[in-house]
């Protein structure tokens, strides 16, 4: 018991500051994605053709970039013939929309806050059922260090809870796979009305890697509606964070 | 002995296919069953199509841990062979495989079933092994947890609170990698690598660029193998200090359980620090590594360490003088060594037995080959030695990092690889944090992956948590089930 107590000292208090503090993140830490178009060569799709997703489309000299296909991975940085693709420490990512998470210019439509009526029912208390649909942990790990006490979720009033009967909404990771998908529509329909629906990942979004496999949905809203979307492969935990505060309108930039 | 006749090969050394010229059946199994009665393990057996469709050939993959041999043998079955698990349990998971995946059938197989399965069948969706009596019953547990983790099923028979049997039904995270990867490598393959396990990230990709380094025939910069050990290092650092904070949480011991999960961050953090993924995405690339470091990130990483070191020491002795969680773990989850050695289990769980098997020092890869970590053992078998062994790993493994960081050669950090040699095998080995990762690449003619077959160490040690929990109260799971730490998504592909 003292050791535990003199630890406990030594250990101090880790909880980040976020949303009050602007948070640190890793000077390599790739956020959302900046494409100066005004360097690229006129025809040039190296970008698009190194993608391993297709998150860039060009077409016509337009350029997209899907923000929910991309896996913020360096094979479109180490492609480009002119250094006209980096990554930004720009976490915020979040979206409601799936067409929002498609870049034309620069700027992400970020999520809004619910509508009055469910927000009032959710803003204090939001609980979660999580379901990885052929997720490969990484998204998992990300949505469970959210309880650790860094993050410490439970001050916002979110907490993942053990049943669908008991929870508001799902929180869904992995591609949707064919053997998943059964018992995902299965713990949808077990979560009471009304309902939410957070799709985190790459993979929950679009597919990730895994899109357009026979084995796969290309993504939870194949499956249900989905209210939020969290790019990412995966996300940082923050990027979540930052997308439930924002979905219960605890955020305002 | 028939152990003449298989092809001798070591850890990531290109063959030509040609020099695999395939057995009668008898020699093959008798290869293999033999192989095994001397000590040696089943690192992989799997089964590819033959061209025409008609057929298929069988591949095993024997690694001899005391020798430090790894030997390759191959067979063709039209439609059934005789079943080598009846004399060779550790076939039993890959034999499964096999008939799933090529229709072929091992007869007198004991327990023949997907483990995976296929629309229209879901997982799950089959006849499970029952114990008949009047107070027996059965519990169900999945697709979908209680916490926040991927989905399997689990059927326990039990007798009151007594577990007389689990048996644990997989498929859920299916994805078709293996079979995706046919044809490749492409510009999704390292993508597939980085998530056949997400946390097991650097391990899986470590093992698929040795594979294709040793098509193309390039060599990784020295500068490049030390820094991919030190992301390894990190990578089984991050998940061990993980696990023991997960496993203080099943038992409700609460400090350690807050201190652990914060430290696995901090760990996570220092991947981040190398190459601005959490998980080590984008660090290991064929040819060698995505990203350098200078001396500044050298020194912050160093100072990093101390402090996570100092902090999860403190985490962890917390358990081990802690009563209450010692009679938790002490005694929970036996597995002996007689089993860990029949079923072939690997990793943290194998060496809980006192079994000194790992990769790092039996099949020594890229830096291990120059510097090696020393294998920790415990002898007990059971949740309390699989959490000890973590705790000795994750000492070695700061030293290990230490000793690379202050030692770093200088150089490039990235060869050139070109396309992959045409008609070879490859079998590579890399020892990730929960045990032995086994990838085995054939290329065709045009030097494209004609068959890719991955062997996550979870597919030997699925089987070692049934057996684990047999005699064991229910109300353990959660605990023996966290101490071997398993993946779902690695098992299925």
Redesign the interface.
Known sequence: ML??TL??F??GH?TIQFPKTEPTM?????GRPVIEREKCPVECRDCAD????DAIVIENQDLRLDLGRC?????CVEACPEQAIR?TQEFRLAANRREDLVMTGQAVELAKALENRTRRLFGRSLKL?????????????????L????FDLGRFGIQ?V???RHADGLLIT??V????K??LKD?YDAVPSPKIVIAVGA?AIAG???IN????HNGANSVVPVDLYVPG??P?PLTILDGLLRLLGKLSR | MSTALSTHTSNGERIAFQSLSPFSMDDFRNDIIEGVRSGARIAALFGQQSQDECGVRLYAVLADGNAGTLSLSSTDVAEKYPSLTPECPQAHWFEREIAEQCGVIPQAHPWLKPI????PT??GVTNFFQIAGEEIHEVAVG??H??????GHFRFQCHGEEVLHLEIAL???????E??LIGGPN??TI??ME?????T?IGHATAYCQAVEALVNCQVPARAQALRGVALELERLANHAGDLGALAGDVGYL?TA??C??I??DFL?MT????????G??FIRPGGI??DVDDARVEQLLERMEQALH?VT??A??LW??SSVRARFENAGTVSRKICNDLGLVGPVARACGVERDVRQEFPFGIYRFFQVPVSTFQMGDVFARAYVRWLEIQRSVNFIRDQLKTLPPGSIRAETKSLAANAVVVSLVEGWRGEICHVAITDEQGKFSRYKIVDPSFHNWMGLAVAMRDQQISDFPLCNKSFNL???GH?L
Do not use: W
């Open positions: 050791k535990a630890a406990q030594q250990q880790r890793p000077d390599r830490f790739r190194a993608c391993p997703t896996l913020f991975c360096t094979d990554y059922r999580q379901v990885s649909a052929g997720g490969c942990n990484g998204c998992e790990s990300g949505v469970n260090v309880n650790t006490i860094v993942f053990a049943s669908p992995g591609p796979t064919e053997n998943m059964s018992a713990t993979c990730g890697p895994y496999h026979p084995e796969v492969c995966p940082h | 995976r399965f296929h629309s879901l997982p697709p979908v209680a916490g926040v983790i991927e989905p498929g859920y995270q299916h994805r078709g990698v079979r995706a510009k999704r993508h597939y998530t056949l396990a997400g946390d990230t400090p807050s201190y999960g914060r696995r961050g953090n981040a620090l190398l190459c601005g993924s959490r998980f995405r984008g995505g990203f902090d403190m985490a002795n917390l003088s802690t993946s779902y998504c299925d």
